[in-house]
Structure formats: C-alpha cells, structure tokens
C-alpha cells in the first residue's frame, strides 16, 4: 500500500469513527433527557448569581468606586423621576422640553449625568407623578419591586408554578437583570401584556383592562386588535377601548390638552433619534435595528419592517382565529408583537420570555417536541449576548431569538391544526 492510499484509508476511518460521535450529538439535543428540571433549575440559578455580580460590578465601576468616574452617571429610571417632578410642580407640558427636563434630571441626581429623553404619552405621568412624592433611590427600588412582584406573579400563573423552584429558571433570563440595573418599565410591560394573555379565556373584561392600560407604550399593543377580532372576543376589545379612553380623558383633564400637544411634537422628533443610532441599533431587537446595524438606510429598513408587521398581523389572525390553545395564542401574539414593532430593546425582551414561558406550559401540558427544549435553553446565551455580538461583528441577535420562539408556535400550531383536521375526517 502507498503512503496516498494509507493516507486517504486513515482519514476515511476517522470520518467513519466521526459520524457516530456526531449521530449521538444530535440526538442528544433533539431529544435533550439529561436537560432535567433539577439541571435546569441549578444552571439558572448559577447564571442569576453570575448575573447578579455583574450588575454590582457594573454599578460600582460606573459610580466611581472600582476606578475614578469621569463623569456622573444615572439610569433610565431618572427620566420618569424628572417627569414626574416637573408633574407634581404644575408644569407637566415641561417633561416632553428637553432643556427643563435635564434640568429636571440633574436636580434628582446630579450635574452633568446624561441626559434620558422622556417620550412617554401623558397618561404615564400619572404614575410619574405618584413615584416623584418619594425620594430618588426609595423611588427607584419601590418601582423596580413592586414592578416585578407583578410579573413574577403574572407568571406564576402562567407556568402553574408550585414551589420556588420555577423563579431561578424566570429571574435568570437576561432581560430581568438589565432591567433591574436601567431602571426600564419592562415588568410593568410584560406584567400587563402577561396578565392580558393569561386572561383572556376566562376574564375577558379583565383582560381588555389590562391591555388598556398598555396605552403608555401604544406600539406594543400593535396586534392585540387583530388577535381580539379574529378571535371574536368583543368584551376584552371593548373594555381595553373603554380603559384607553379613560385614561387619555382623564389626563387631558388633569394635565391640560398643551401636554398632549407638547407629547405629539417630542414624540415627531424623536424618530430622527431612533433611526440614526443615538439610540444605540445593537441594544435594539427589531428588525428596524438589525437592519440599520447591518448598514441600511432608514427607508428600506422601515420597509422591512413594515412588511414584517403586515405578515405578523395576518399570521396573528389565522392563529386567533383558528382557535388555538390559549399557551399557543399567547406565545404566538407576543413572539410576534417584538417582530412586529420597530421599536423594542433589550429589556423589552421580557416578552419574549412570557412567550417561552406559554411555550412551556404547553410543553407540560403536551410533551416536548423535538428541538423544542434546547432552542428554548439557547434563547438564554442569545439573549445574554445580542448587544455584544451586535457591537463586536454586526450580527444582530434580537430578531433571531424572536424568529425562533415564533417558529415553535406555528410548528406546534401546524401540528394542532394537522391533528384536528385528522379527527374530524374519521
């Protein structure tokens, strides 16, 4: 034998010793057993503590106490503080004039902090106001608290959850510690588009409420319409009209239609903020942001967005209509509002994780399908790492980890419809 054909032999029985190893590999993660609750628990709760230590390292490092601050710093949650106070001192028009709102913002932390644009409708400054009676860091704390006491509760109904073991899995998914540290409205967000979901079936009213009062973040609710007239659920429409209404009325009433005025004219300018990277496009999970990222100008990256909210709006309808099981209706419609939106970052992933957590519950209730467990584990990497990798090599992985929980609900959604269609031929 020549040393060609002893060469060509040894690395044709490496692959042949390969492809076993590589057989077992994915099968392991096509069906993942050794992926336990007990695994899963115990992971989580090592990456919440990891987590948590950044977030600690992070606040120490930016307020001087790791190596000297070159200027002061604040977190998001200064914006609504400076809302609030500029409420309470008869001036709530002030929040939506940048300069009296750094002023504003500076007189609750200190000179010089960057600035944080307030956009919010004037029915916000209704909770603004209530926050801005408590000084800034009781204030903070209070709100972050009370805040994600809501969701985590939001969620134990979602999940069913008994015992403690199901929160270490909940509080370690990303998003949660970056709101935590920026002082962001998610929980509230996702607390309410949760609760929305969670009780729709059996509380339709209540439910319409819920969304309702979604009306301080307006694009979120983007596709509840759709959902709630494909599904015929005219109470839960009706009601979330009727809470919007109030609420608008009621703060044209408090604060005076010249605040509405002044929100219309901050929020028509702050599209040039949004779409020219002031707004950094990494820490975006829309496609809007992955497109401006990835280099496209503002008109084609709205076009894609755009097509993508129309293609979401009709997906939604079929699923609504199609009278799916309420885990799969709820996964679905938030899954898709994040790609539906052109507007949503990091934080705001919170809704992705109440899709994974309809995922689940309707894995417990049906089984896991192939692939299902471990690309609902990968969302946690994904999502810990969107704005890095998006920062380092462009990549944006917001969209990604979205498209994903998305294609798990049509694949079960498929199924569904497969099975009924199979019951009724017989």
Not at 401 to 426: H, K
Request: proline share 5%.
């Amino acid at each position: 034998m020549t040393a060609e054909n002893s060469h060509s032999g040894s690395g044709t029985e490496r692959r042949s010793n390969m492809r076993p190893t590589l057989l077992r590999l994915i099968s392991l993660l096509r069906e993942p057993h050794w992926l336990t609750r007990r695994r899963v628990v115990a992971w989580s709760a090592l990456l919440l503590v990891e987590e948590l230590f950044l977030l600690l390292f992070a606040a120490l490092w930016l307020h001087g106490f790791v190596v000297k601050a070159e200027a002061p710093t604040s977190t998001d949650f200064v914006s609504f503080y400076a809302a609030g106070k500029l409420t309470l001192a008869g001036a709530p028009a002030s929040a939506y004039d940048q300069a009296a709102h750094y002023l504003a913002e500076q007189q609750a932390t200190a000179p010089g902090v960057p600035y944080m644009l307030f956009v919010y409708p004037p029915v916000f400054l209704f909770l603004c106001a209530a926050l801005a009676t408590l000084p800034y860091l009781v204030a903070f704390a209070v709100f972050q608290l009370v805040t994600l006491a809501m969701f985590v509760g939001v969620m134990r109904g979602v999940l069913r959850g008994k015992g403690w073991g199901w929160i270490a899995p909940l509080l370690a998914f990303p998003a949660v510690i970056w709101n935590l540290g920026l002082g962001q409205n998610a929980f509230l967000t996702a607390a309410l588009l949760g609760g929305f979901t969670l009780l729709i079936d059996r509380r339709p009213g209540s439910a319409g409420m819920l969304l309702g009062m979604l009306c301080y973040k307006p694009h979120f609710g983007l596709l509840a319409p759709f959902a709630l007239a494909a599904g015929s659920r005219w109470r839960a429409f009706f009601a979330a009209s009727l809470t919007m209404a109030v609420l608008v009325g009621t703060s044209i009433a408090l604060f005076g239609w010249k605040t509405w005025d002044a929100y219309f004219t901050a929020f028509a300018g702050s599209r040039e903020i949004y779409q020219s990277g002031r707004v950094d496009f990494a820490g975006m999970v829309t496609l809007f942001g992955a497109a401006r990222r990835m280099g496209l100008h503002p008109g084609p990256a709205y076009a894609v967005q755009t097509v993508m909210a129309v293609l979401m709006a009709g997906l939604i309808v079929f699923i609504w209509r199609s009278g799916m099981s309420r885990p799969l209706r709820g996964a679905s419609l938030l899954a898709a509002t994040l790609l539906s939106v052109p507007l949503a970052l990091f934080y705001d992933e919170l809704l992705a994780l109440v899709a994974i957590c309809w995922l689940v519950r309707e894995a417990s209730e049906h089984g896991f399908l192939p692939w299902e467990k471990i690309l609902l584990v990968a969302s946690y990497p994904l999502s810990l790492f969107t704005w890095t990798i998006a920062t380092a090599w462009h990549v944006p992985l917001g969209p990604v980890v979205n498209l994903t929980i998305l294609s798990l609900c049509l694949r079960r959604a498929w199924r569904t419809r497969g099975a009924a269609a199979t019951i009724s031929s017989l």
